[in-house]
């Protein structure tokens, strides 16, 4: 099962700050993220079993801000993936809750408080390791696994589906950048990790996507030949030094989760078209917690704007077939007594290509 790849890592508390009430998590209750400095915490196991216990309800997204997890790699191993945390949070938040303590509205960053500023990153839902990318990193090491004699035609498939060696590939709003990592280990030939310019997983050297690259592939021995580099991107921007050093780079785009803001879906093709390479193609993974007609809105968009989807089905995230392989089902836009509660174990995976 796809999520039981993923458990708390070892307390870090230099890095890890406290979890505060300025980022809730998105459209479902707020989680704790109070926890003991033990490793393997009662509470962190039994959270991890959860999606055994109730399938159905399989959760979209994982862990806490500036929480260090360890993802289960059946090719690469253990790798530690830390989630996104926030600008101004303070490691002693709690304790100055606690005492009725204010933030200090006045400080400023660059002309905008603390406040505006968590705000602008909260609303880009980083601070969570999504499925959807967990969804890209599984197809990725399958694809990169060794081939056999009697090999599956769903290992064939994916082969087809998600091989990226030798292939350039970029990350569209990589928050934990999961699949970047994972991408860069199969040995891409190049890997751009992208997301929002005021992403909290751009925090210099201590951020996010810095500590996953460095832990992950820089660091690891031998390490892996791909280049990897990491840019802010907004969405429908083209008109700077990375858009126009790019254009047309990259063979494989990557877009897991990042269909929420139908606002945005016009300015999220147009960077799809600007970025990707003659034959490329667009993985787009979605789960359906904010709805189906969102996302079946941002096929829409694409199809107005030059794409054509190769192939797309429904994946099963909780359950695999006797032989091992994914359980689908046909995509539709709309399905007869759907609800929040059953289609949580659900997501859409589809391939983009330009039209011919």
């Given at each position: 099962m796809l999520h039981s790849r993923l458990r708390p890592a070892p307390r870090r508390?230099?890095?890890?700050?406290?979890?505060?009430?300025a980022?809730?998590?998105?459209?479902?209750?707020?989680?704790?993220?109070?926890g003991s400095d033990v490793e393997e915490s009662a509470e962190d196991l039994f959270g991890a079993f959860l999606p055994h216990l109730f399938p159905d309800d399989a959760p979209s997204f994982h862990g806490d801000p500036g929480q260090v997890l360890l993802y289960s790699s059946p090719r690469y191993g253990e790798l530690e993936i830390m989630v996104p945390s926030y600008p101004g949070q303070s490691e002693k938040r709690s304790e100055e809750i606690a005492a009725g303590l204010k933030r200090k509205e006045e400080e400023q960053n660059n002309g905008k408080s603390v406040r505006n500023l968590t705000e602008e990153g909260r609303q880009l839902f980083a601070h969570f390791l999504w499925s959807a990318g967990m969804v890209v990193a599984d197809g990725v090491e399958t694809a990169d696994s060794p081939a056999t004699a009697d090999?599956?035609?769903?290992?064939?498939?994916?082969?087809?589906?998600?091989l990226v060696k030798g292939e350039t590939v970029m990350e569209l709003g990589a928050g934990a950048a999961l699949p970047s990592i994972v991408c860069g280990l199969?040995?891409?030939?190049?890997?751009?990790?992208?997301?929002?310019?005021?992403?909290?997983a751009f925090a210099g050297a201590t951020g996010a996507i810095a500590f996953n690259v460095n832990q992950n592939i820089l660091a690891r021995d031998p390490r892996p030949e791909t280049t990897v580099i990491?840019?802010?991107?907004?969405?429908g921007k083209l008109d700077d030094a990375f858009a126009d050093s790019y254009r047309g780079k990259f063979t494989r785009i990557i877009a897991?989760?990042?269909?929420?803001?139908?606002?945005?879906?016009?300015?999220?093709?147009?960077?799809?078209?600007?970025?990707?390479?003659?034959?490329?193609?667009?993985?787009?993974?979605?789960?359906?917690?904010?709805?189906r007609a969102i996302?079946?809105?941002?096929?829409?968009?694409?199809?107005?704007n030059g794409f054509e989807i190769e192939r797309i089905f429904e994946k099963d995230l909780v359950s695999r077939n006797e032989d091992?392989?994914?359980?689908?089902?046909?995509?539709?836009?709309?399905?007869e007594g759907e609800s929040p509660e059953n289609r949580s174990r659900w997501c859409v995976v589809a391939v983009l290509q330009r039209k011919a």
């Open positions: 508390n230099a890095m890890r700050p406290v979890t505060t009430s980022v809730p998590a998105p459209d479902f209750q707020d989680e704790d993220a109070e090999e599956s035609a769903a290992q064939r498939e994916a082969r087809e589906i998600w199969a040995n891409a030939s190049l890997v751009a990790v992208t997301d929002h310019p005021a992403s909290p990491t840019r802010p991107h907004e969405w897991a989760d990042c269909y929420w803001m139908r606002a945005q879906h016009e300015n999220l093709v147009r960077t799809m078209a600007w970025f990707l390479a003659p034959g490329g193609k667009v993985w787009c993974v979605a789960g359906f917690h904010t709805g996302v079946a809105s941002f096929f829409e968009t694409a199809s107005g091992g392989g994914e359980i689908r089902r046909e995509w539709v836009p709309e399905r």
